[in-house]
């Protein structure tokens, strides 16, 4: 993409930002005061975001809103959220049973975003922060996603990955991560110990949708030395009996694990 094109889409990105709940409305001058920009050129970008649906412009004060466009881009990401309200319940009850933090995870882009986490009640436990993006080759949960994703799309995301060790438990060749994933198909569920937290364990599993296509993963984490093998082994059958039940609430009638 082209220097100047990418600056472009930079400065608009800015100005959409300056829109807040506090500040709906905005004239060209305010804008360009919040975004550090010249008028000129702020009036140019909000003119074009107006004709391409993304903003309004009251006939009256000729200040600028955010548009239709903005409210349906916002329905479809709401859409992908459903499965955060259909799995409450769900979390809950795994949270209640095992005592660990339970995250609930769905994709953005190449990344993985945290939508709900239920902390555990214990001293020593993991806090997963909500919002926080991740990468998909490290920890229980991104290689779900991978696993479930189609061939081609998963090669599309491996292909622009730069496999950063997160720590010495990270896996970063290609060839071993894809045996993992390979084995997570084949039983339903993912296992990581300390890929890219040190001394954090975790156990994940997919939510499919009604196409059968992996919308979502939950993960029960924790302190690696509570994550023994016997309570992996628990973990992994509670946790596949959950994602279960929430992918059949989504619409999906599979097999999982």
């Not at 005061?33 to 000729?62: F, H, W, Y």
């Not at 466009?69 to 409450?88: E, G, H, I, P, Q």
């Amino acid at each position: 993409m082209p220097a100047n094109t990418t600056q472009t889409l930079q400065r608009a990105v800015a100005i959409l930002d300056s829109f807040s709940p506090n500040k709906p409305d905005l004239g060209v001058r305010e804008a360009a005061r919040i975004v550090g920009l010249s008028s000129s050129t702020t009036g140019r970008l909000l003119a074009s975001l107006k004709e391409l649906g993304v903003l309004d412009q009251n006939p009256e004060t000729r200040a600028y809103s955010l548009g239709g466009k903005v409210l349906a881009w916002a329905n479809v990401y709401t859409n992908t959220l459903d499965v955060r309200n259909l799995a409450m319940s769900a979390l809950v009850q795994l949270h209640q049973e095992t005592q660990e933090t339970i995250s609930l995870y769905v994709m953005e882009g190449d990344e993985r975003v945290c939508v709900e986490r239920l902390e555990s009640p214990q001293n020593v436990r993991i806090v997963a922060r909500i919002g926080r993006r991740l990468p998909l080759y490290a920890g229980s949960a991104g290689k779900v996603f991978l696993a479930f994703l189609s061939e081609e799309r998963r090669n599309e995301i491996l292909n622009h990955t730069d496999f950063t060790p997160f720590t010495s438990q990270t896996i970063v060749n290609r060839a071993q991560l894809m045996d993992n994933l390979e084995k997570i198909k084949n039983q339903g569920f993912a296992v990581s110990r300390g890929e890219w937290t040190s001394d954090a364990s975790g156990v994940a599993a997919p939510i499919f949708n009604s196409s059968r296509d992996i919308v979502a993963a939950i993960t029960i984490s924790g302190p690696s030395q509570r994550f023994t093998d016997e309570k992996i082994e628990k973990y992994s059958r509670d946790i596949l009996a959950i994602s279960g039940k929430i992918s059949r609430a989504m619409g999906y009638f599979g097999k999982i694990g």
